[in-house]
Each structure stands twice: as structure tokens, then as C-alpha cells.
């Protein structure tokens, strides 16, 4: 049986007089890639922020590793191996590539090694690599995702957290999020991915759950949700 490594129990979230998150409950095992999708405003990104902090909870618990995570702060959870690509991308505008992924590192200070994953860095995102010395204010919407998951991976993270990495972005570029995100996945990172394009979360998740206005209302493997009348009907328009 794989080990549970984050757990969310009961988790509910306001903002004001609005409870955007209702009392949810899911879990992520080690080495699956989660797929947690829904439309706009069914609470998913609240979901995010509440597990890495951003957002204070109102109610239920946040596990990771079997240890109780909630209120911590992000740079608490990169220390315990949780690492996160926020909505928005969030890159360093004004430092370089280079300079945005030893950011990413900064919680280590194994010089050779983080040389390495810079490099490994790299040669997943070659067009990074040309632009190495290029202010990050300066790339296109897809370079800056791809900065955005590069500067998370130098952090060697155990649980990697994606929120919408393929909001905005043009159809060739979602190809290249996904394929890298299969990658990582296949290399051996645990990664949970909240994700408006259920047809290509779903495809490559091992498990999904679908959110509707701040309540988990199905889960399954990936396939046969991907499968299932009423997910194609409300999220792939069929």
C-alpha cells in the first residue's frame, strides 16, 4: 500500500460571508499525479493556497507526511519537501533565468548539485537555456510557466503543487506543460495538479477528484473519469 503523503480532512475556507471551500477531503499517495479539476470559482485554487499557506483555513486539517502542516508558511513547506507553481506563474520579473531558479534553490547549499539540476533544468526547458541571462518580465506566458516549474524542481520537492499551468497559454505550449509534467511524474515526483483543462489533467492522472462550488462531488482513476457521462457532459462539452 503507498504512503499517504498529503492529506486534507475536512479542510472548509471563507472569504468574508462566503465559504468558498465547504468541507472537503482528499489525498494524495506517494508517486501518483492527482488531478484535482473543476470549473472557474469551484474553490480549487483556494484549495492550493490553503495547503501552501497563503490562505488561513477555517476549519479541518492539512497533512503532509503524516504531520499536521496548516498554518504553516510556504517557505516552512519547501524546507519538508512541498513545493508549488501558483496560479499566475509568480516569477521574479526583474531577475534573470538564472537567477529565478537559484532562487529556487535557496533552501540548499549544495553548490555541485544544484549546478546539476540547473543544467537538468535546462535540458528539459531548452529555450530557458537560451534565454539564460534574459530578465524574466521579458518572456512570453509559456516561458515564464516553464520558469515558473523549473525554479519549483530545483527545490527537489517530494510533493509538487500546480495550479492551472495551462491557463492562457496557446495549444502548442499546453503540449510542451504536459509533456513535462508526465516527465516529472515519471522521474519519480509525487505531483497534484489543479487543472481547468480536464480532458488533459484527467488523461495523464492516476486519480481525480472534480470540484463544484467548494465541495468534492466525484472521484476515480483518471481513465474513468475521463470516461464518466457527466464529467464529458460538464467539463469536455459532450
Known amino acids: 500500500m503507498r504512503t499517504t503523503l498529503l492529506k486534507v480532512q475536512g479542510l472548509k475556507v471563507a472569504y468574508g460571508g462566503i465559504q468558498a471551500v465547504k468541507g472537503i477531503d482528499f489525498e494524495v499517495h506517494e508517486g501518483e499525479l492527482v488531478s484535482l479539476i473543476g470549473s ?3 474553490g480549487k485554487t483556494t484549495t492550493m493556497k490553503a ?3 497563503t490562505q488561513a483555513l ?3 486539517d492539512i ?3 503524516g504531520h499536521s502542516i496548516a498554518g504553516q508558511g510556504p517557505w516552512d513547506l519547501v524546507s519538508q519537501g512541498l513545493a508549488m507553481v501558483p496560479e499566475g506563474r509568480g516569477v521574479f520579473t526583474r531577475m534573470t533565468i538564472t537567477e529565478n531558479l537559484q532562487m529556487g534553490a535557496y533552501i540548499r ?3 555541485a548539485a544544484i549546478g546539476q539540476d540547473m543544467d537538468n533544468i535546462f535540458n528539459l526547458f ?3 537555456h537560451e534565454r539564460k541571462d534574459q530578465l524574466a518580465g521579458t518572456l512570453s506566458g509559456g516561458e515564464q510557466q516553464m520558469l515558473a516549474m523549473g525554479r519549483a524542481l530545483m527545490s527537489r520537492p517530494q510533493v509538487l503543487l500546480l495550479d492551472e499551468p495551462s491557463m492562457g497559454l496557446s495549444p502548442i505550449m499546453v503540449d510542451k506543460i504536459f509533456e513535462v509534467i508526465r516527465d516529472v511524474h515519471d522521474k519519480g515526483v509525487t505531483v497534484l495538479l489543479v487543472e481547468q483543462n480536464a480532458s488533459r489533467a484527467l488523461s495523464i492522472a492516476d486519480r481525480g477528484y472534480v470540484m463544484e462550488s467548494g465541495l ?3 472521484t476515480g482513476r483518471g481513465q474513468d473519469l475521463l470516461a464518466d457521462p457527466k464529467v464529458r457532459a460538464a467539463y469536455l462539452g459532450e
Open 40 to 42: 472557474n470559482g469551484a
Open 51 to 53: 495547503i501552501t499557506g
Open 58 to 60: 477555517n476549519a479541518g
Open 63 to 65: 497533512e503532509f507526511k
Open 109 to 111: 547549499n549544495d553548490s
Open 126 to 128: 531548452p529555450r530557458l
Open 216 to 218: 468534492i462531488t466525484m
